[in-house]
């Protein structure tokens, strides 16, 4: 019973590492590959404010289901009485869910920050982005990066403007 307890946790214990790896990240210098390759519409805008904020972490429920899991099989093996046994397991499960469900919340927060800008027309927005390479300050010029309704903020290339002798006409 003891070695058919541990290969099930060593089992949940991997699959759990597994989901945890696969969560996405919201980071503007990741860009995922559907988004590759395709057109992206530009804004130019001016940067009015940065300050910090988390984006709060997933619930997905896959924590929650792994505690659990963990946590009954545990509670099972703690006593040789099968009705204490039993209690025990139930009792796990409902502490491993809680805490499962806890790590995953804090394992895939991630700290973020909210930029206010004004476009290049007169409108203001504010978007919050995960913390990439890149620093915003205010004043800054940056361009806004729309694809597939998702909008991003990067710096905006440090390049003289073209003169009206090299446009093409």
Do not use: H, W, Y
Not at 44 to 68: F, K, M, W
Not at 88 to 115: K, L
């Amino acid at each position: 019973m003891k070695q058919v307890m541990q290969v099930t946790l060593k089992s949940v214990a991997a699959v759990s590492l597994c989901v945890l790896a696969a969560c996405s990240t919201t980071s503007p210098d990741v860009i995922k590959p559907e988004n590759a390759q395709r057109m992206s519409q530009v804004e130019d805008a001016v940067v009015l404010n940065v300050r910090p904020v988390v984006i709060e972490g997933s619930q997905s429920g896959a924590g929650a289901v792994t505690g659990g899991v963990l946590g009954g099989a545990a509670g099972m093996g703690a006593s040789s009485n099968n009705r204490s046994s039993a209690m025990i397991g139930v009792a796990g499960a409902v502490v491993g869910a809680v805490v499962g469900n806890a790590v995953e919340r804090f394992g895939t927060r991630e700290d973020a920050i909210e930029i206010l800008l004004q476009t290049a027309n007169g409108q203001r927005r504010s978007i919050v982005q995960a913390k990439g390479n890149e620093t915003f300050n205010p004043g800054d010029a940056v361009i806004l990066v729309t694809t597939g309704g998702k909008t991003r903020v990067m710096l905006a290339p440090k390049v003289a403007a073209p003169s009206a002798a090299s446009v093409p006409r």
